[in-house]
């Protein structure tokens, strides 16, 4: 199988304040990894795709500066949302890609007070 | 530029009764194409996928999907919905070129089921 991890799968957290979540692939390695934002009801956004080893690259309009991306391993990237705000509350989904395919992991759910 | 369509922002059928949903893209070349289902709070779910060959391709729970060129779509389709269906499905193209490859999702389209 392919299993893909994230941590935390919720997190509360104060203005200002920054939080880091991890997306781990569990049985594979994956070169490439991609963060995706989902507002409710809404569909997947694309934010930045993660290769190991390298920067990041982001989609147009996502702040680097405050969304960084850290794709330390084969297994692992993170996501630190910095200096949060309450507009930053939202769903945040990683996958690691294997081959041509992605595997999602289960999502992490972000309220910025 | 690519995009994917999903026409149906919601849809509810009756438990029991067949079940499509639509799905069109725009890419200049044969794309990777999927089929995900996300429930309320969750990840997604790979359903099935097309890369080439057979162009009727079978997934899990009873889903299949099409792909037609001449009318750049993949359909998804299940014969008979069971309650445990309602979720939200996103169809996607997988695009690969000299820039990397990355994934376009649809809008999604919601599926109610009524007893």
């Known amino acids: 199988g392919a299993v893909v991890s994230q941590h935390p799968s919720w997190v509360i957290c104060k203005s200002g304040t920054s939080v880091k979540i991890e997306c781990r692939s569990l049985?594979?390695?994956?070169?490439?990894m991609f963060w995706y934002r989902q507002f409710p009801k809404q569909s997947l956004m694309l934010m930045a795709t993660?290769?190991?080893?390298?920067?990041?690259?982001?989609e147009q309009g996502v702040e680097k500066d405050k969304f960084l991306i850290n794709h330390a391993s084969l297994t692992l990237s993170t996501l630190t949302v910095t200096s949060a705000h309450p507009e930053d509350s939202s769903f945040y989904i990683c996958?690691?890609?294997?081959?041509?395919?992605?595997?999602f992991g289960p999502g992490t759910r972000l309220t910025v007070t | 530029a690519q995009s994917v369509t999903q026409p149906d922002i919601h849809i509810t059928v009756s438990e029991g009764a067949s079940l499509e949903l639509r799905c069109n893209y725009s890419?200049?070349?044969?794309?990777?194409l999927f089929w995900y289902v996300q429930s309320p709070g969750q990840g997604l779910q790979l359903l099935l996928k097309?890369?080439?060959?057979?162009?009727l391709v079978q997934g899990i729970k009873g889903f299949e999907a099409e792909f037609k060129r001449s009318q750049s779509s993949f359909n998804l389709r299940k014969p008979s919905v069971h309650w445990s269906d309602a979720a939200e499905y996103f169809c996607?193209?997988?695009?690969?070129?000299?820039?990397?490859?990355?994934?376009?999702f649809g809008a999604g389209t919601r599926l109610f089921v009524k007893a």
């Open positions: 049985d594979f390695q994956a070169t490439t």
């Open positions: 890419y200049g070349a044969t794309p990777y």
């Open positions: 996958s690691a890609r294997k081959i041509y395919e992605q595997y």
């Open positions: 993660s290769n190991e080893g390298s920067k990041a690259t982001y």
């Open positions: 996607a193209v997988g695009l690969s070129n000299t820039g990397g490859f990355k994934t376009i």
């Open positions: 097309y890369f080439s060959g057979d162009t």
